[in-house]
């Protein structure tokens, strides 16, 4: 497997960086919720899911845009202490939500963290760096548009031979 490649989204477990680690525990306590939502042993969303998962996305871009724009620190004390992640879902099998939109939302979460919790600004003691920021955004835009260009138009879906689908590791 190369390097860059996901295999443990609960690596690493400590950074520099105490707005990265709000920003990955924000995200992991989101998917930690949606996995545990009654719409993910459910074929469809509920509305009161869907509001959950919009004020989520919301929340997490305000988070890191409110961070981006706040007066940096100097941590010549603390710096480089490591801060520790502390991951709801660890060792989450994701696969076992049987809503697969949710599903789908929850990998995005999750490669939302990954891909912030191993960035260059997680190597600061705070802030964050222009493109780390620009990154972060677009994986929210990614989901705020699959929820609207995709569940929103496609889904609840007539699913009646697969409706008592509990795990998607059941028959494996």
Request: hydrophobic share 35%; proline share 5%; net charge negative.
């Amino acid at each position: 497997m190369a390097e860059n490649e996901l295999s443990n989204p609960w690596e690493p477990v400590h950074v520099r960086n105490q707005d990265v680690v709000g920003a990955v525990e924000r995200c992991d306590r989101y998917a930690f919720d949606i996995m545990k939502f009654e719409s993910a042993m459910l074929n469809e969303i509920t509305s009161f899911d869907m509001d959950r998962i919009q004020s989520y996305v919301a929340a997490l871009r305000t988070y890191v845009n409110v961070l981006n724009q706040a007066p940096a620190t100097d941590n010549p004390h603390s710096y480089p202490g490591q801060y520790t992640i502390y991951y709801l879902t660890n060792g989450m099998n994701f696969d076992s939500c049987k809503n697969k939109a949710l599903r789908d939302i929850v990998r995005y979460l999750v490669n939302t963290w990954v891909n912030m919790s191993r960035s260059e600004s997680a190597d600061r003691s705070n802030g964050f760096l222009p493109f780390d920021v620009t990154r972060w955004n677009l994986h929210l835009d990614r989901i705020e548009f699959y929820i609207k260009s995709y569940i929103e138009e496609a889904l609840p879906l007539d699913l009646p031979e697969s409706s008592a689908f509990e795990d998607a590791n059941a028959s494996k």
